[in-house]
């Protein structure tokens, strides 16, 4: 998700923290992994869900497009999907 690196990227550069006092810029480096690495987690479930119902569907001959997707997913998922 390049996007997402960027925005983080983006956010980092802009936080107020005194670039010459290395304990805070490590401390700002390491919530920052952690915040990009949790969002890039959840981007990457979010992506295997879509491409997992749609590998299911097309094994069943059936069409699907973007307008039917959420429609497998929640038979696939549930509701919570």
């Given at each position: 998700?390049p996007?997402?690196l960027?925005?983080?990227?983006s956010?980092?550069?802009?936080?107020?923290?005194?670039k010459?006092?290395?304990?805070?810029?490590?401390?700002?480096?390491?919530?920052?992994q952690?915040?990009?690495?949790?969002?890039?987690?959840?981007?990457?479930?979010?992506?295997?869900?879509?491409i997992a119902?749609f590998?299911?569907?097309y094994s069943?001959?059936?069409?699907?497009?973007?307008?039917?997707?959420?429609v497998?997913?929640?038979?696939?998922?549930?509701?919570?999907?």
């Amino acid at each position: 998700m390049p996007h997402n690196l960027y925005l983080h990227s983006s956010l980092m550069a802009k936080k107020k923290i005194n670039k010459n006092d290395k304990a805070a810029v490590r401390e700002c480096l390491f919530y920052s992994q952690i915040e990009t690495a949790v969002s890039l987690f959840f981007s990457f479930l979010i992506n295997m869900a879509v491409i997992a119902t749609f590998a299911y569907w097309y094994s069943d001959d059936k069409q699907i497009d973007l307008q039917s997707a959420a429609v497998y997913l929640e038979e696939d998922l549930g509701s919570f999907a």
